[in-house]
DNA sequence: ACTTCATTGTGTTTATTCTACACTATAATA
DNA sequence: TATTATAGTGTAGAATAAACACAATGAAGT
């Protein structure tokens, strides 16, 4: 495991030092999925000043590896560490300035000259498991909350074409990477290892196909138990073979869903 | 086409100029692939002190898309426009500083302060045809060349591991996107198409079943002419029929090669 | 206690796609 | 005109994917 220290500020310290501290004009912005109640959800923070909403994002120290810097990010948010991080697209229209949009509707309170610039951002995404994520708002924001993912409001600058991105990339990545590992709880079921594909994917599947398929990548494990308190037949409960996992990580997934 | 302007300078213009011109600690880099002779080849730069090779790149205007940075870059080397330009990666290694690799076997002439720093770069990559292409060095090269993917010498920084990344992402998008059309003259025969995927993915390809699949995507004009000059059976011409290129390329290939 | 209902668990049949493979035709060369 | 290396073409078998139906179970309602 990466030891990733986190150094996080305040919102004065932070405009006081960022020159000195990140690498100009570039950003990097995280795009966090979780899933819950059937849901696939993005964490999004809301703005102090404007209210409005947008991705996780944050800086590059001048010397971090821009991949640390995704990895702080991603744990100064969500107390994770550990955790897949995929990045998918760097974003760099010249437009992408805090000064040219963000603050267009409520004018600006101090913001630095630093910050007003140009920037360029590069787009990690995430698979975090929903109950174990303690969402933190960072300097600039006074809210940190999961998003339904088809319910997600207008963002500042890009922040939609970036979600939209992140999407496109993480359906590409859905065939190779098994997603459910990250996504769910240790002990979960196959109606809902299906729903979490179907919500990405945005199509449904057939259930029996869908489960031989899911059970001929040979990495799970049913267990004895069957999930309780459900409405109707308990469904078993299925858990990643952690030997079988790796060796399928390592060798490659073809699932071909 | 999109109107992409080059406004290259001369070393010491560059020298100068560089901090008020570009962004700072961020570069772009360009693999440009290309095909001849049965051969996959890629462009690469010469360094004028260090005589070691290099992926052609360059930086970002302050004020510019990053996609037309590469666009210019593309256009300086090679004199080509309205080119397929995929961004690939992002490399963000803070080791990535000309100062502590390049120049450390012949000490650097003077490299400006600006150009010491470390850099995050945007790694680009397109296909372009080969016989168009008028290579051109840059400010810092004194040549400018084609060579053989698979005899690519020890390049600067992690320019292998650029390439290396580059082929990859080639490799999955070769099912996605009719390469030939890039990387072949107007008019070429099956066989030739065929040894180009075959250098691509590296593996060869059964004749017949490759042609069924080729004209499956009903995107190909067989021409009357057939290849003189060879030293065997004459082999049919074919070229992309444009319509059914373009539409093709809207609604999304499936090659399953 | 019995019925109803929504859901889970499982296997087979069919269609589609992929793979392997062999012979004839032709142009250049000797 | 014989030789040779390559081009052109179709089919049968294997593997994979898609479609599909019925029995079992637990909860809730009568």
Same mark, same amino acid.
């Given at each position: +495991? =990466? ?13 006081? =030092? ?47 590896? $821009?991949?640390?810097? %995704? ?25 992408? !300035? ?6 267009? %509707? ?9 910050? +007003? ?38 963002? $500042? ?6 979600? @939209? *991105?992140? &999407?496109?990339?993480?359906? &590409? ?11 769910? /709880?240790?002990?979960?079921?196959? /109606? @809902? ?9 945005? *199509? ?26 459900? !409405? ?9 073979? /952690? ?15």
């Amino acid at each position: +495991m =990466k030891k990733v220290q986190s150094r996080s500020l305040t919102e004065k310290e932070f405009l006081d =030092k960022a020159p000195e501290l990140y690498l100009p004009q570039l950003s990097i912005d995280c795009v966090i999925f979780g899933f819950h109640d059937d849901q696939l959800k993005v964490l999004l923070l809301q703005w102090k000043d404007s209210n409005r909403w947008c991705l996780p994002g944050g800086f590059i120290f001048k010397d971090e590896h $821009i991949q640390d810097s %995704a990895e702080r990010i991603l744990k100064d948010r969500t107390g994770l560490g550990d955790i897949y991080l995929k990045q998918f697209y760097a974003f760099g229209d010249p437009n992408r !300035a805090l000064g040219k949009h963000a603050f267009k %509707a409520t004018p600006a309170t101090k913001i630095s000259d630093w910050l +007003m610039k140009r920037f360029v951002t590069i787009g990690y995404w995430s698979l975090v498991e929903f109950s174990k994520v303690v969402p933190v708002p960072d300097e600039f924001s006074k809210e940190c909350s999961w998003c339904d993912i088809d319910k997600v409001p207008s963002l $500042i600058l890009d922040h939609n074409q970036i979600l @939209e *991105k992140a &999407l496109q990339s993480l359906r &590409l990545d859905v065939n190779d990477y098994p997603v459910g590992k990250d996504l769910l /709880p240790e002990k979960f079921t196959m /109606p @809902e290892l299906q729903r979490l594909y179907e919500t990405i994917l945005g *199509k449904t599947l057939d259930r029996r196909n869908f489960q031989k398929k899911v059970l001929a990548l040979d990495i799970l494990e049913r267990l004895k138990e069957r999930k309780q308190g459900g !409405a109707h037949k308990a469904p078993f409960l299925y858990r990643f073979d /952690p030997k079988k996992y790796k060796k399928a990580l390592k060798e490659g997934l073809k699932f071909g869903i």
